[in-house]
């Protein structure tokens, strides 16, 4: 069988979240799937890392997609001669874009739909043509697989899609991430923090991921605690980051924030095991990866109590309203006055994290290929 994919994220160096999950299952599937040629479909050069067995055949298809226009003349046109010139028997996207004009059996992997409920945070291009063409994608997919059960509802509700139509093949987290020693844990202190415990978040910079509101946090944390800890936030701004510069520049305490900037994952790996504990106050999200990397490295968590996030931490993190900055700061304080609280939610994380296995995922995703091939 021939299984084109599209594959224009996967970027050296600039893998986040829809990247690194298309990563993980890429290279899982290629290589327990000798029989099967893959077609990788770039959008731009490719770096040879990403030609992860010899049953991966790179093609490059311009334009880059990058805007909504691109986006059109790459999914329209190029992917279905694509497909008829190489005789694709299956098309597999990860980014929650597809063909409407492609005739090969379709598998959609629809992460959230972020945009449309929080259609402000994304430019008018983008907004305009996930809004227009994301309904009429679902409905053309022969399967569909999204990354939580919340997302698996919201898909079905929002766009009439029927449930068994929808796989949830739920993302894991990469094998850097683990608990770290004592000693580990000062040598990344010294090295980030001056020595001091801290709180972390990690994601990339944009309004959704309401850094504004944890740096509004961390100061009311701060005031009413007295403590030596310092918050580390981890990422590129991506865009809208504008209130979030200047607030960076002018908020109480902010030589208690440190901004290392976008991290390779074993930087991130030992920034976020050696953290007192991970702050995510999303406003949304499809699953919220950093929490998983947060729960394997037993690092407890505050994180919102919307969307899926709830769903993947369990047991193992405090919820907060990510719009009342009171009640995050609020959960900051628990987590860090009461020991007992932390080292329960230690062990639970732990125990939630295994729950998660990339393996197991792209497992499920050969299945809904399957099933998405003989449909």
Known sequence: ??????????????????????????ERLVRAHPEHEFLFLFDRPYDPSFIFAPNVKPIV????????????????????????????????STDGLCSLNAKTPTCLV???????????????????YLRRWSPLFAKKATRIVTVSEYSKKDIAARYQIPAERIDVTYNGAHPAYRPLSWEEREQVKSEYSEGQEYFVFAGALHPRKNVVALLQAFVKFKKRHRSPIKLIIVGRMAWKFEELATMREEMPFKNDV???????????????????????PSLFEGFGIPILEALKCGVPAVVSNTSSMPEVAGNAA??????????????????YKDEALRNQLKAAALIQAAKFDWNHS????????????KA
């Open 258 to 280: 440190v901004w290392p900037g976008y991290l390779g994952v074993e930087k991130l790996s030992g920034v976020i095991g050696a953290a007192y504990a991970l702050v995510y």
């Open 61 to 92: 298809a311009h334009p880059q997609a990058r805007h909504a226009v691109l986006f059109y003349l790459w999914f329209e046109w190029m992917i279905p001669a694509m497909l008829r010139k190489y005789k694709a028997d299956l098309f597999l």
């Open 1 to 26: 069988m021939r299984i084109a994919v599209n594959t224009r994220l996967l970027l050296k160096g600039k893998l986040e979240g829809i990247g690194w999950y298309t990563h993980q299952m890429l």
């Open 362 to 373: 792209a497992a499920q995703l050969w299945d809904s290929l399957m099933r998405c091939y």
């Open 318 to 335: 405090l919820l907060a309203d990510p719009n009342d900055v009171d009640e995050i700061a609020a959960q900051m304080g628990r987590i």
């Open 110 to 128: 629809m992460h959230d739909l972020a945009f449309e409920h929080y259609p402000e945070h994304l430019k008018l291009s983008h907004r305009m």
